[in-house]
C-alpha cells in the first residue's frame, strides 16, 4: 500500500478513535447525571420516609402517653373515692374521739 493511503488510513483510524472517545466521554457525563439525578431521587424520597416515619412515631408516642395519662387519672379518681369511704366511715369515730376528749378537756377545767 502507498505510503500516502497508510497515512490516509492512520488519520482515518484516529479520527474514528477520537469519535468513539467522545462518545464514550458523553456516554459517561450522561450516566453521571442520570446517577446523580437517581440519587437525588432516592434522598427525597428517603427524606420523605423518614419524615412520615417520624410522624407516625410520634403520633404513637401520643397516643401512649394519652392513654397512660388516662390510666393514671382513672387510678387517681378510685384512690380518691377510697379515701372518701374510709374517711366517711370513721366519722362517727372521730367525733366520738374528738368528743371525749372535749369531755376530758372540761371535766379537767371544773
Known sequence: MPRPQVLERIKSAEEEAD???AQAEDDRDERI???RKR???IRTEAEQEARD???RRLEEARAEIDEECERVLREGEQEREALAE???SRVDEVTDYVVE???EDVH???
Open 33 to 35: 447525571a442520570e446517577a
Open 86 to 88: 374510709r374517711a366517711q
Open 53 to 55: 416515619l417520624k410522624e
Open 108 to 110: 379537767v377545767q371544773t
Open 19 to 21: 469519535e468513539i472517545v
Open 39 to 41: 440519587a437525588e431521587e
Open 101 to 103: 376528749l372535749f369531755q
